[in-house]
Every structure is written in structure tokens, then in C-alpha cells.
């Protein structure tokens, strides 16, 4: 894809009780955002009782309901990513895989046709940033949401609020996490038990296959399932959301997000040997 690959690995999160662990995946996330290039910090808030963007156990730390929103502008289709976590507290104006009293951290992609960025909340960036109902907007434009649950038929098509799982599992214990971004799309790889079984996330453009046109080629998926984001045989995307493999694809046709499928399976790279320490080492361990 477009720009320089950036990764930050073998983030080590600390072993605490549940909602100490789910602020870590978020803080984790923003950071990483953060220093992507080309990827600029649209919305941010610290959260319901939050008094700035730091981990957990420093001073000024996250709360539940934190949120960012970034956008990746220079992407050959600019689209944003909404990343929210909750753990004590009902979610503000989004959800989680249908829910809307689930632990855990999230994310949704969203962009317009114009090139614009879709949101529809405040964007002062300073911590105090509201979500707006619906989240996204088209503006002038045409809006695209993913996953398949946001768009139209889909069971959150109204305010576009269902928020794709990057993890629901970090409840206590070490876990680790990966990240890897270039301008145009990012991969996560989201262990909550830190004994090499991952959860994968990720969104932004594809490549379409030749002799197929796609004016703007997005998708995005996540797996709440260990090692498993599925093959030719598993769909990506359910309309209400809350699959074990979330996500969705922009087709050709105008508006359309739909379901879909790998046609080889990117599971069969994540086992208990893929730490990249291990990877890195002769004897594979």
C-alpha cells in the first residue's frame, strides 16, 4: 500500500484487574494513532471522569467512555477511525458488538465520498469532544460506515453507533499487543492472555483484484475468536453486529458495504509461534 510501514511490538500490558486492562488497550491504540504519520487526531475525549490521555496508573489517566477519532487524510480514499472503550459504565451515544453494556475496546471505520471527514461529533481534540447523533454524516456527500451493522439494512443503520470488538477478553492477567500502519491501512493484533493466541483487527484499502473497479476500495474486520479471522468458508459481517468476525466491504456499486470473505486465510499465520521475538529467533522460540 501508500507511505512507510510503521509497526510498534511486544507491548507487554500490565497484570491487572478489569477496567485497569481495557484502558490499556485504548491508551495502547491512541498512542499508536498518534504517531502514525499522516494520521491526524480529529476528536478526543478523556472520558466520563477522565482528566487527560495517560495510562491507568499515572497521573491524569483515561476514563470509561474515552474516545478518539482519527483521520487518515492522505490515504488515496481519506477515511476516520473511531476507537472507544467502556468497562464500569453504560456506553456513551455508541455501542460494542450490539451492546451497550459490554467491557471492552472498539472501533468502527467511517468516510465520505467528497474526501471529507464524516464526523459528526465536536473536534476541539482537547479531551472534551462529544459524539454527535448519528455519529457520521454525509454532509453533502455519500456516507460509508463499516461495519456491515452501521450501513444501510444493517441494524444500527440509524445513528451508525455499533462499534466492531478489538478486544472483550482483557479482564485481568498480562496480555499483549501489535500494530502495524502505512497511510492507508492498519492491522492489530490483540492477545488478552498473553500465551501467543491473537485476536485480529484492521481496516482501510484494499487492492481490488484485476479486471475489477472499485472507486474506493475500504473494508474493514476483527475476530473475537483466537487465531481465527476465517477462510473462503467464513463470512465477515452479520447485520446485527455481533458475530464472532465482524467487519464489512465497500463494492463497487455506490453505498453498498457488504459481507465478506478471505480466500486464503490470514488465521494460518497466528499460532503460538508468532511473537516476532520468536519469529526472530533460529530456533523458533
Request: one cysteine or more.
Amino acid at each position: 500500500m501508500a507511505g512507510t510501514i510503521v509497526g510498534s511490538i511486544e507491548h507487554r500490558l500490565n497484570n491487572v484487574s478489569s477496567p485497569d486492562t481495557n484502558s490499556q488497550v485504548f491508551k495502547t491504540l491512541y498512542d499508536f494513532f498518534n504517531d502514525v504519520a499522516n494520521c491526524t487526531l480529529t476528536a478526543l475525549s478523556y472520558g466520563t471522569s477522565g482528566t487527560g490521555d495517560n495510562y491507568y496508573d499515572e497521573a491524569d489517566p483515561f476514563d470509561d467512555n474515552a474516545f478518539a477519532v482519527f483521520t487518515f487524510a492522505s490515504a488515496a480514499t481519506p477515511f476516520d477511525v473511531l476507537i472507544q472503550w467502556s468497562d464500569a459504565e453504560t456506553w456513551t451515544s455508541t455501542r460494542l458488538s450490539g451492546g451497550t453494556s459490554a467491557d471492552g475496546v472498539g472501533m468502527m471505520v467511517a468516510l465520505r465520498e467528497d474526501g471529507t471527514s464524516p464526523w459528526n461529533g465536536t473536534t476541539n481534540a482537547d479531551g472534551t469532544d462529544t459524539h454527535g447523533t448519528p455519529i457520521w454524516t454525509p454532509g453533502g456527500s455519500t456516507l460509508h460506515v463499516l461495519d456491515v451493522s452501521n450501513t444501510t439494512g444493517g441494524t444500527y443503520a440509524t445513528n451508525r453507533e455499533n462499534l466492531q470488538e478489538v478486544s472483550q477478553d482483557y479482564t485481568s492477567g498480562f496480555g499483549r499487543m501489535h500494530m502495524f500502519a502505512d497511510d492507508d491501512t492498519f492491522i492489530v493484533l490483540s492477545d488478552p492472555t498473553d500465551n501467543g493466541d491473537y485476536r485480529l483487527s484492521g481496516g482501510g484499502l484494499f487492492v481490488p483484484r484485476t479486471g475489477l473497479t472499485v472507486a474506493r476500495p475500504v473494508f474493514m474486520f476483527g475476530s473475537t475468536t483466537s487465531n481465527d479471522i476465517g477462510d473462503s468458508n467464513d463470512i465477515i459481517g452479520t447485520t446485527n453486529g455481533n458475530g464472532s468476525r465482524e467487519g464489512g466491504l465497500l463494492t463497487a456499486a455506490p453505498g453498498t458495504v457488504i459481507p465478506f470473505s478471505f480466500g486464503q486465510a490470514p488465521d494460518d499465520l497466528f499460532n503460538n509461534t508468532f511473537q516476532p521475538n520468536q519469529q526472530a529467533s533460529p530456533a523458533g522460540a
